[in-house]
T-cell receptor, first 117, second 115 residues
Framework: GAVVSQHPSRVICKSGTSVKIECRSLDFQATTMFWYRQFPKQSLMLMAT?????????EQGVEKDKFLINHASLTLSTLTVTSAHPEDSSFYICSASTSGGSTGELFFGEGSRLTVL | AQSVTQLGSHVSVSEGALVLLRCNYSSSVPPYLFWYVQYPNQGLQLLLKYTSAATLVKGINGFEAEFKKSETSFHLTKPSAHMSDAAEYFCAVTIPQTSGYALNFGKGTSLLVTP
């Protein structure tokens, strides 16, 4: 099946720094990618939807200036957590769709665990 | 907006026993429904999905789920639990015509399998 790869899988940073997480579709072109956030022992919450070549659509309550999403190509989307703080520590998971419509398939990355000290 | 509710945050079964994880959905239009499994510190693995075709859906690892419109349910079952089935299970819903594949997840059910 199709593979979605996230990098890094784990990252530890100091408070105030910025961290970039990459999400790559390895063997297919992803017209749409989704970013989720998962707190410990909790469910996944959709943060934003990004379509290649256009601005991401953020869910209500998600700070777009803090969580910068770029989907510059059909195989790569990046999430940058700017000026990270301890409360941003979380498990971030991306998913990629081969199509924005109902005929597409959806694949998840392995997740990236961010710890902000 | 569409949503799912998973009944029971923790379910414990004996090895070899029936697994039943409950999921009810809320949607004004026919939804797509999914079950995912997550092992510690890992991403999500798709178990099965309902996309308006057959109401009884068979997935990987012996799991299956039945879409029941009258009950607005999509419960996950497996006839005989294995120790390796212990994990977190998430039910999810989307309306492709409006949301693409942006999924709304349930809160998850932690499955414990005892010897």
């Amino acid at each position: 099946g199709a593979v979605v790869s996230q990098h890094p899988s784990r990252v530890i940073c100091k408070s105030g720094t910025s961290v970039k997480i990459e999400c790559r579709s390895l063997d297919f072109q992803a017209t749409t990618m989704f970013w989720y956030r998962q707190f410990p022992k909790q469910s996944l919450m959709l943060m934003a939807t990004s379509n290649e070549g256009s601005k991401a659509t953020y869910e209500q309550g998600v700070e777009k200036d803090k969580f910068l999403i770029n989907h510059a190509s059909l195989t790569l989307s990046t999430l940058t957590v700017t000026s990270a703080h301890p409360e941003d520590s979380s498990f971030y998971i991306c998913s990629a769709s081969t199509s924005g419509g109902s005929t597409g398939e959806l694949f998840f990355g392995e997740g990236s665990r961010l710890t902000v000290l | 907006a569409q949503s799912v509710t998973q009944l029971g945050s923790h379910v414990s079964v004996s090895e070899g026993a029936l697994v039943l994880l409950r999921c009810n959905y809320s949607s004004s239009v026919p939804p797509y429904l999914f079950w995912y499994v997550q092992y510690p510190n890992q991403g999500l693995q798709l178990l099965l999905k309902y996309t308006s075709a057959a109401t009884l859906v068979k997935g990987i690892n012996g799991f299956e789920a039945e879409f029941k419109k009258s009950e607005t349910s999509f419960h996950l079952t497996k006839p005989s639990a294995h120790m390796s089935d212990a994990a977190e299970y998430f039910c999810a819903v989307t309306i492709p015509q409006t949301s693409g594949y942006a999924l709304n997840f349930g809160k998850g059910t932690s499955l414990l399998v005892t010897p």
